[in-house]
Nanobody, 115 residues
């Protein structure tokens, strides 16, 4: 079992940047999938960027070239570096990890892109 806590969200203007962090309560080794997801108002949660033990890395087309997903195993942390943010990036961002059928989620951090 692991607990996750996101931080770093906030209000940013279009074209701006943010760094999201996800701190895990324990080691992230052994998880099948790790990554970032987001949920915009009225929409389903969607994948932003993940790394999978079976399928490697994945980045959604909508953020490719703008967002970078990094992991620091020594610090048990995940990061999402977001640049050139636009209005469509407004959402609650979650980090999530999966072990077998079990998913673990943080509480989410709000990112609002607005002028």
């Amino acid at each position: 079992q692991v607990q996750l806590m996101e931080s770093g969200g906030g209000l940013v203007q279009p074209g701006g940047s943010l760094r999201l962090s996800c701190a895990a309560s324990g080691s992230l080794s052994g998880f099948d999938v790790m990554g970032w997801y987001r949920q915009a108002p009225g929409k389903q949660r969607e994948v932003v960027a993940t790394v999978s033990s079976s399928n490697g890395s994945y980045t959604a087309d909508s953020v490719k070239g703008r967002f970078t997903f990094l992991m620091d195993n020594a610090k048990n942390a995940l990061y999402l570096f977001m640049t050139d943010l636009n209005l469509k990036d407004t959402a609650v961002y979650y980090c999530g990890v999966r072990s077998g059928p079990q998913w673990y989620w943080g509480q989410g951090t709000q990112v609002t892109v607005s002028s």
